[in-house]
Nanobody, 122 residues
């Protein structure tokens, strides 16, 4: 059974930093793309960042580019999201996603974690 468990969320002031972690189990994820989505209250779920199987290729939403960094550790079957210069509009539930292919474009249709809350106060 595939399981994705996020951690690292919390409350932080604007301008602060958080690092989200996602531990994956139930299959070998080293061959597959992974990423992060988020959903703010009253809004649709949106793509935040993605990383290909090797970690060489990454993609970011325009709203987080330059502030967030996605990385992965295939030995630990983990993916991370370093979030710097946080803004109140970054407040959302953040979901870890694991693709069933090696392509970042496919991660939305893959496996999803339960989410972790990130709240940025002004």
């Amino acid at each position: 059974q595939v399981q994705l468990v996020e951690s690292g969320g919390g409350l932080v002031q604007a301008g602060g930093s958080l690092r989200l972690s996602c531990a994956a189990s139930g299959r070998t994820f080293s061959n597959y793309a992974m990423g992060w989505f988020r959903q703010a209250p009253g809004k649709e779920r949106e793509f935040v960042a993605g990383i290909n199987w090797s970690g060489i290729r990454t993609e970011y939403a325009g709203s987080v580019k330059g502030r967030f960094t996605i990385s992965r550790d295939n030995v630990k079957s983990a993916v991370y999201l370093q979030m710097n210069s946080l803004k109140p509009e970054d407040t959302a539930v953040y979901y870890c996603v694991a693709s069933t292919t090696s392509y970042i474009a496919d991660i939305r249709s893959g496996y999803w974690g339960q989410g972790t809350q990130v709240t940025v106060s002004s």
